[in-house]
T-cell receptor, first 117, second 120 residues
């Protein structure tokens, strides 16, 4: 009964390095969302993906950040040339497709805590 | 203007007592959803309860209930019979339907959270 799996749980990078965060959705879920949580803040939406498609990336910074959800394998959030301000917890959530008006719960993984030195 | 407002940064409650965590929201949509999540110190986000804007009855899930007052745009979480394990951050969130998705999926807008501490 695996939930949303994120790895790694903790990631340390030096400024200028690349960070790759992975997310495997719950079984039967084809929609993936990435959120970022800064200290003392709520989660902020970054991007919404379905298999092989980015549906909404309105919350993604314009540079250095990218996301993908390939046909096979986990969703990847990639941050190039990390800076100290990228230090945060990054959460992935997944949901089933469903009717517009239906209750459609997003289930979250445990997050990846990124620390940039 | 903030879409989700949680005015209580921190709350204390005695074990076995009930507690209400406040949440107000701002939307012009007729159809929307409201959610509460719990984040313990271990960091994961745990779904607690959902309320749809067209639901006539307040949602309940075990010891959790949602006091939904649509005209006031409030969706307060009530936890009955508090337990020590309820100590955590609690986040209220609202669904914004993505008009072009057509498949019922959505992004969530979160409040800043309320830190609940249960006192033995």
């Amino acid at each position: 009964n695996a939930g949303v799996m994120q790895n790694p749980r903790h990631l340390v990078r030096r400024r200028g390095q690349e960070a790759r965060l992975r997310c495997s959705p719950m079984k039967g879920h084809s929609h993936v969302y990435w959120y970022r949580q800064l200290p003392e803040e709520g989660l902020k939406f970054m991007v919404y993906l379905q298999k092989e498609n980015i549906i909404d990336e309105s919350g993604m910074p314009k540079e250095r950040f990218s996301a993908e959800f390939p046909k096979e394998g986990p969703s990847i959030l990639r941050i190039q040339q990390v800076v100290r301000g990228d230090s945060a917890a990054y959460f992935c959530a997944s949901s089933k497709p469903g009717h517009r008006l239906a209750k459609n719960i997003q289930y979250f993984g445990a997050g990846t805590r990124l620390s940039v030195l | 203007a903030q879409k989700i407002t949680q005015t209580q940064p921190g709350m204390f409650v005695q074990e076995k007592e009930a507690v209400t965590l406040d949440c107000t929201y701002d939307t012009s949509d007729q159809s929307y959803g409201l959610f509460w999540y719990k984040q313990p110190s271990s960091g994961e986000m745990i779904f607690l309860i959902y309320q749809g804007s067209y639901d006539e009855q307040n949602a309940t899930e075990g010891r959790y209930s949602l006091n939904f007052q649509k005209a006031r745009k409030s969706a307060n979480l009530v936890i009955s019979a508090s337990q020590l394990g309820d100590s955590a951050m609690y986040f209220c969130a609202m669904r914004e339907v993505l008009s072009y998705s057509g498949a019922g999926s959505y992004q969530l807008t979160f409040g800043k959270g309320t830190k609940l501490s249960v006192i033995p």
